[in-house]
């Protein structure tokens, strides 16, 4: 597991992190989510050992981490950090060289081969279309079979083919016991592959867990009444116990059910209104709950 | 792994990668083709010891041509005889470019007017011999005959001597080659720092190995590889020169090519490293231009210095520029050359040159470290060195 404690990091008077505490578990897909510069980026050069935070400090696997063990970690970052003028092949090599694997022909071969990328394999970057780029920069990230990997914004500009590749990849480094970490926007993505998700505000953890988990902490259920015909517009809800109505569409209304509401008690008044089509709880996605936490 | 593997992979990378750029190949080439010009140029336009091959026929021809050897020593050419059998053999022989010139009873024959100095050499030895065979006929003895024709000849001496300007011809190319590499490879460095920041690379770097051992492998792989362009030149140049009668290579331009190779390795160590600090300070290759452009001034400022320098080796402006770190590489080398160089002075200048490194690098590497990583808009020198007092 890669923890990371209290960390804390300025850049002149602006404050990058103040105090963010993130675990990450082997064997995980761990979302990172935040508002463009909530210091998701610094926190993942801290852990990689990049940079070094003002305060706070990183753990993996119970200790406090060496350089020798982030030298093993894998790392995408955000824009793109490949070489234009040189092969892919020799790029693979020279960075599994790097971060010392004694086998680095045979490992970027192997990457080349599952990656893809075999047609390409003497072709320079630059030649590369953007999404070939961007499979050798995940390449580059796992040449050397990374026990952590961290990625930052690995979806971003990638096509729906090679985003099922990057997904793929991803749960199979963490189904091999690898612990994967990646911040991205695409939030309906986050929730559809991470086993975890942390969200970041301003430098803090705001929310982190299982998004089920997430839901659950809400303290607020909410439900989603839908009519057929006009039922919705008129003021059925209004003045009922503890309800509260945050949204409201041609289709019907979103409640909020807060101390003292009965649940049966707006199904009886949504009735009694109109021709009640659908009445369910309402699952807030990962987005909802993102602007929730971000908005708290 | 160990930090010295990792600077010999960095360092396996940087050499290994150029070394296969078309640029560097091109560049190679033409940096040679030039230095061979320029010295088959001096040899060709010195008009030094040439060497011609004469046809002779028939026994006053024989004479006449071995006369001309003698003298052809004080007209700086050499001569060789080729005994040809009959007049339409030596004419055959003259129109193949057998011989530069063949002579025939009365006439001079040669592919094309003959080279003046050869004419010129072969009309003043018929004259001679002519004459010796009519006073001969008048009776005068072999020893009146000598001295009738060779009245003791005006001694020429030089001022300043033909080998002064040898030396200052290798010194010129010396401090031209030496001023063309540090640039060339000076900004190698700068860009290939630019490289790294502005297609992120450099952070998948630092994950994997410190900011140190990128920089140190980047600027000895880049040197090693300026430092095989620049042998190569040397090698070629003198050699051209040599073959070309410009230079006799002797231990003294053997020791020369030590000295340019010396003076780069140190030169391009102080420079590598403020072009370094000119590559990390923007994120650009757009910004690197004004920000490497004050670091090339000061190596063209070097550069015009030598120039007098050559000129006039001994001036206060040669000893001082020859101290201060910034110009020494390339102003001092010149005046090893051309000998004018004590060797207190040549230890003063390698103990300075020598100290200023030591500075230098560590301060690169610290200002490196501390700006390497930020991206944006190009950071001012002042900014830079503050970036390097926060990094331990």
């Not at chain 1, 926190?43 to 993996?60: F, N, S």
């Not at chain 1, 047609?119 to 026990?147: F, K, M």
């Not at chain 1, 809800?237 to 209304?253: F, K, P, S």
């Not at chain 2, 090698?235 to 073959?243: D, E, F, R």
Request: net charge neutral; aromatic share 4%; charged share 25%.
């Amino acid at each position: 597991m890669l923890e990371l404690r209290d960390l804390s990091r300025r850049y002149g008077q602006t404050v990058a992190l103040d105090g963010l505490s993130l675990d990450v578990p082997e064997g995980e897909v761990v979302g990172f989510v935040g508002p463009n510069g909530a210091g998701k980026t610094t926190a993942m050069r801290i852990a990689l050992g990049v940079l070094e935070p003002d305060v706070g400090d990183v753990r993996w696997r119970g200790e406090p981490i060496t350089r020798e063990a982030q030298r093993q970690f894998g790392y995408m970052p955000e824009e793109r950090g490949l070489y234009p003028k040189m092969r892919v092949d020799r790029q693979l090599r020279y960075f599994a060289a790097l971060h010392g694997r004694a086998d680095a022909d045979e490992a970027a071969a192997r990457w080349i081969e599952r990656l893809g990328l075999a047609e390409h394999a003497v072709q320079r970057i630059e030649e590369l279309s953007l999404g070939n780029q961007q499979r050798v920069q995940l390449a580059a990230a796992l040449v050397h079979d990374p026990p952590m990997l961290i990625l930052d914004e690995p979806f971003s500009g990638l096509d729906p083919i090679g985003t099922d590749v990057m997904s793929e990849v991803l749960a199979e480094r963490a189904r091999a016991g690898a612990a994967v970490i990646f911040s991205s926007h695409q939030l309906e993505l986050v929730e559809r592959i991470c086993d975890r998700v942390a969200i970041v505000n301003r430098g803090r953890l705001v929310a982190s867990g299982r998004v089920d988990e997430l839901r659950a902490e809400r303290s607020q259920p909410r439900l989603r009444v839908e009519f057929d015909g006009p039922g919705g517009a008129n003021g059925w809800a209004e003045g009922l116990a503890g309800v509260r109505i945050v949204g409201r569409d041609d289709e019907g209304l979103l409640l909020e059910l807060g101390d003292g509401a009965d649940d049966q008690q707006v199904l009886d008044a949504a009735r009694r209104a109109g021709r009640v089509r659908s009445f369910a709880p309402a699952r807030p996605t990962l987005s909802e709950l993102f602007r929730e936490v971000i908005a708290r | 792994m160990t930090f010295r593997r990792a600077v010999t992979l960095v360092i396996r990378r940087e050499f290994g990668e150029r070394v296969r750029q078309r640029a560097f190949q091109i560049s190679t080439v033409v940096i040679i083709l030039i230095v061979s010009a320029i010295a088959a140029a001096a040899g060709l336009l010195g008009g030094d010891n040439k060497t011609y091959t004469v046809g002779v026929q028939g026994s006053e021809a024989v004479a006449i041509a071995e006369s001309a050897r003698t003298s052809a020593t004080a007209a700086d050419i050499t001569l060789k005889i080729k005994q040809l059998t009959g007049a339409a053999q030596a004419r055959a022989a003259a129109r193949a470019d057998d011989v530069d010139a063949a002579i025939v009873g009365d006439e001079l024959l040669s592919q094309g007017t003959p080279p003046g100095e050869l004419a010129q050499v072969l009309q003043a030895a018929t004259r001679q011999v002519r004459a010796a065979e009519l006073l001969r006929r008048q009776g005068l003895a072999p020893a009146e005959i000598r001295r009738a024709l060779a009245p003791p000849a005006l001694q020429a001496r030089a001022l300043g001597g033909e080998e002064d300007e040898k030396r200052k011809g290798v010194a010129f190319v010396a401090s031209l080659l030496l001023y063309l590499q540090l640039i060339i490879f000076g900004l190698a460095v700068a860009s290939g720092v630019v490289e790294e920041k502005s297609s992120r690379v450099i952070e998948v770097l630092m994950s994997a190995v410190p900011a140190r051992a990128l920089l140190a492998g980047k600027i000895i792989g880049i040197g090693v590889l300026g430092l095989l362009q620049l042998t190569l030149t040397v090698v070629v140049g003198l050699a051209v020169a040599s073959a070309t009668g410009a230079i006799d290579v002797r231990g003294a331009d053997v020791g020369t090519l030590g000295v340019v190779l010396l003076w780069f390795v140190l030169g391009y160590l102080f420079y590598a490293a403020i072009y370094a600090i000119s590559g990390v300070i923007v994120s650009r290759q757009e910004d690197l231009q004004s920000s490497s452009t004050p670091v090339t001034m000061i190596l063209v400022a070097g550069y015009l210095v030598a120039l007098p320098v050559l000129e006039d080796p001994s001036s206060p402006l040669a000893t001082i520029t020859s101290l201060v770190p910034f110009t020494s590489p390339i102003v001092m080398p010149v005046r090893v050359a051309v000998g004018e160089a004590g060797a207190g002075e040549i230890a003063a200048s390698l103990g300075i040159l020598v100290a200023s490194i030591a500075l230098l690098i560590p301060l690169g590497a610290r200002i490196y470290e501390g700006a390497v990583l930020r991206m944006g808009k190009p950071m001012k020198l002042r900014e830079a060195l503050r970036t390097a007092r926060a990094t331990r």
